[in-house]
């Protein structure tokens, strides 16, 4: 009896813990860094419960009683939502999975937490939209100009932030191409997921996202049996942004051998007309986040 008390109280130390570790973690984070409004009347620094249940895809009263250290034992994958949507360093990442008593991501599943070095380079980054793409096409961070030249990720729920299924069960675009281009870019993207599905064969997610394709897509179906095996390369494309048009850039796609990701920079030359519409994007989005903040 005296060790059982013992181990529930170990257990309650480590709720609490957790709840303590995560408000450390959004308290340091200002909306800005995320591509949120900064909104003017905050009570205290940081992100918001609800905006960091709305970069997590879970609950508002998710995130209140994981931080209250009630509730159930919050599940490997919500952990690593909170700790992508935090920006928690690899450390503060072992720490919360420990606390949570939690087993880190396994080996044989896609990765989908993006280092910490990652995410300040994103940050650096602050005149050229970024994004970070799991081997399964996941979209898992952005710099504040990707969401204001692309859209705004943390609008979609975090099982729908993936650019295989937004391309054949989405909404349509800004991406302007041909048809033949269209077609390339379809052929490319399901011969990159299924090369992910040869690789991560044991990843759940990566099972369930293909199912959902394959039941709800016709030409997911075609490609999958029949678009030859390609990588991905750099190209330019053409975003028609709804506030100034049309801005053609050059997307370069960086690999991260390490976590099987890739780092998607979209830049223009210097001096160019598009470089100069991407520093309109840049002060449209600005003007946008203060407009609809609070």
Known sequence: MVAATSA??????????LGRLLVRARSRIAPGDVGLPEGSRRRVAGLR???????????VDYVTRIEQGRGAHPSPSVLASLAQALRMSDDERREMFDLADAAAPREGHVPMLVRASILRLLERLDDQPA?????????????????????????????ERNIVRQRFL??????????????RT??????????????????????????????HSDEFVRLWDEAPSQVWRSHRKTITH???????????????????????????????RDAELLQLVKVVGTQRLHADAP
């Open 242 to 272: 709804p506030s100034v048009g049309a801005v053609t850039l050059d997307c370069d796609a960086l690999e991260i051998p390490e976590t099987d990701q890739t780092v998607i920079v979209y830049s223009a030359a210097p001096g160019s």
């Open 186 to 215: 379809d052929a490319r993207s399901v011969a990159s997921l299924r090369a992910a599905a040869a690789k991560y064969p044991d990843d759940p997610d990566l099972r369930r996202l293909v199912a959902e394709l394959r039941a």
């Open 49 to 59: 419960r609800e905006e960091v249940a709305v970069l997590a895809g879970v609950s």
């Open 170 to 183: 989405g909404e349509p675009s800004r991406v302007s191409v041909s048809a033949e281009e269209a077609a």
């Open 131 to 159: 994004v970070v793409v799991s081997a399964k096409s996941d979209v898992l961070a952005w710099n504040p100009l990707a969401a204001a030249l692309l859209g705004d990720f943390s609008a979609l729920p975090a099982a």
């Open 8 to 17: 529930c109280q170990a257990e309650e130390v480590d709720r609490q813990e």
